[in-house]
């Protein structure tokens, strides 16, 4: 089993940053991949970014330039720096991480961030 624990959501003014972290702990298998995932009421989950423990990234299109993740391997944590927020950035955050062997996915409880106009 895997435990994820976001932190670092919170309100800031448009055109604004947060750092959201999330650390994972427990029977972490290689290879696997780290991601957030956001979903703002009424919308459905969409991916924001995502990192393997190879360093391989993706991004959403959408979020590219604005947003960066990054991974500390050794610590088990995955960042994401988001710059430039806007108001529709507003969402509940949640970290993810899947696993390969055997495919499973854990997910986080989330951390809202709240972009205020």
């Known amino acids: 089993q895997v435990q994820l624990v976001e932190s670092g959501g919170g309100l800031v003014q448009a055109g604004g940053s947060l750092r959201l972290s999330c650390a994972a702990s427990?029977?972490?298998?290689?290879?696997?991949?780290m991601g957030w995932y956001r979903q703002a009421p009424g919308k459905q989950r969409e991916l924001v970014a995502q990192?393997?423990?190879?360093?391989?990234?993706h991004y959403a299109d959408s979020l590219k330039g604005r947003f960066t993740i990054s991974r500390d391997t050794a610590k088990n944590t995955v960042y994401l720096q988001m710059n430039s927020l806007k108001p529709e950035d507003t969402a509940v955050y949640l970290c993810?991480?899947?696993?390969?062997?055997?495919?499973?996915?854990?997910w986080g409880q989330g951390t809202q961030v709240t972009v205020s106009s």
């Open positions: 990192i393997t423990d190879g360093g391989n990234l």
């Open positions: 427990g029977s972490i298998l290689s290879p696997n991949v």
């Open positions: 993810a991480m899947t696993t390969y062997f055997p495919r499973t996915d854990y």
